[in-house]
């Protein structure tokens, strides 16, 4: 089993800057991600990275203004989101896969964290 554990999620202005991250209980995850989940909405994806390549994959709503990346020291997960909007206003989930080969879809990932508020104000 592998525990995730969110931070950094809180309350900011549009236009300014949160960083999430995501501590991993162990290293054993090919490829982690940030999912979100805005009231009355499905959860959607964010970004996704391979842990031993560092390829990522962007939804396009975030391109140019989040960044995602990893540490692997630390077995932590981050989220750099720049020029927050508040249609960024969400449960912010992080999330592991040991699929190989390939960003995994959805259903693929099998461990989840508890999730962080980030809330945008206009």
């Known amino acids: 089993q592998v525990q995730l554990v969110e931070s950094g999620g809180g309350l900011v202005q549009a236009g300014g800057s949160l960083r999430l991250s995501c501590a991993a209980s162990r290293r054993s995850l090919y490829v982690m991600g940030w999912f979100r989940r805005a009231p009355g909405k499905e959860r959607e994806f964010v970004a996704a990275i391979s842990w031993s390549i560092s390829n990522t994959d962007d939804a396009d709503v975030v391109k140019g203004r989040f960044t995602i990346s990893r540490d692997g020291a630390k077995n932590t997960l981050y989220l750099q989101m720049n020029s927050l909007k508040p249609d960024d206003t969400a449960v912010y989930y992080c999330?592991?896969?040991?699929?190989?080969?390939?960003?995994?879809?959805?259903?693929?990932?099998?461990?989840w964290g508890q999730g962080t508020q980030v809330t945008v104000s206009s």
């Open positions: 999330a592991g896969s040991r699929v190989v080969g390939k960003m995994p879809q959805y259903w693929e990932y099998a461990y």
